[in-house]
């Protein structure tokens, strides 16, 4: 316990001995964390904004005419709630169906001709499902529920704009996925950065390394202060980026109409809020991802560093 406590109080005394390095090392762990939580929030906007655009690809579907009864339709209605990527059933009715007409951007003109006294719009389902990727198959049994044909022929929602939904899935997909390589993109580069510096420090030092083997330290003792000062520039990266990333947020919601600031505000506004509102949200995250990064980067980079100095 004491040769442990004194490896800590060694690596935070040299942390703090070599300002300059450990400026220059902390400096870039906190670019380092900051490129990779901006990487990553751009993911999380990607991905909750298709999750968003997913979500509201649902179905309906439209009766035939008016002389279907009521109960036909609930009955229908309870049989699609069976099916197991459906979430939730809602049924129109004509008076309802007219006040979501009078609510679309539509021409004045097409809208008057419709009213209460006259209205044929047609009675239908809202159906919410699960998982876009099976709604061919969710229309198939659909149809199949359908026992007394009471649907419109080509009135699925579906089946009128597939062509349309199928791209808007593919493009989902795509978007999530790079996403995910930006960060890892970002993130590779980032630990590359971080090994230089951190490499060049433990070389500015490599005589105090060859000092504490002549005079018969073990390889564990010479390697335990580097590792704490890896701790100690992870910490200090996650606080210096917990800082900087909500400052990077607000000007970017600030002057989002400025040219070439508008891409994550807008992307940020697909989800019914600003950009800096965004990464307060996930600001908890946020910090612990760059904390666990933040630690295990300087730690891992430290231990690797030192190796070459110590003796086999």
């Known amino acids: 316990m004491e040769t442990f406590i004194r490896i800590i109080r060694l690596g935070y005394n040299n942390f703090w001995r070599n300002r300059w390095l450990t400026l220059g090392a902390t400096l870039l762990m906190a670019l380092t964390l900051t490129m990779i939580s901006v990487s ?3 993911s999380f906007i990607i991905r909750d904004t298709a999750d968003a655009v997913r979500s509201s690809i649902n179905l309906s579907v439209y009766f035939r005419d008016d002389a279907i009864t009521l109960e036909s339709i609930k009955a229908l209605q309870n049989r699609i709630d069976l099916i197991p990527n459906v979430v939730a059933t809602d049924y129109i009715d004509k008076e309802e169906a007219l006040q979501i007409f009078q609510r679309l951007p539509l021409n004045k003109n097409v809208k008057e001709p419709i009213t209460s006294e006259f209205n044929p719009l047609p009675r239908s389902l809202e159906i919410e499902t699960k998982d876009v990727e099976q709604l061919e198959a969710t229309v198939a049994a659909i149809s199949q529920a359908d026992s007394d044909k009471i649907i419109c022929d080509e009135c699925l929602s579906y089946t009128k704009n597939k ?25 590779l580069i980032a630990i590359f950065n971080v090994y230089n510096i951190i490499r060049l420090t433990i070389t500015a030092r490599s005589d ?3 000092i504490m083997r002549y005079v018969g330290a073990s390889n564990a003792f010479i390697r335990g202060p580097f590792i704490v000062e890896g701790i100690f520039y992870g910490l200090l990266g996650t606080a210096a980026t917990t800082l900087l ?10 002057y989002q109409g400025a040219s070439g600031l508008t891409t994550l505000g807008s992307a940020a506004g697909v989800l019914n809020t600003s950009f800096f509102n965004y990464v307060i949200d996930h600001l908890g995250s946020l910090v612990l991802t760059q904390l666990v990064i933040g630690v295990v980067l300087g730690v891992l980079v430290s231990a690797i560093s030192i190796r070459r100095y ?3």
């Open 40 to 42: 990553l929030i751009i």
């Open 310 to 312: 110590l003796r086999a």
């Open 208 to 210: 105090e390394i060859e």
């Open 163 to 187: 062509e349309i939904v199928d791209r808007l899935i593919a493009s989902t997909r795509t978007a999530q996925q790079a996403g995910w390589l930006l960060s890892i993109f970002f993130g």
């Open 245 to 254: 990333v909500p400052l990077l947020a607000a000007i970017i919601s600030q």
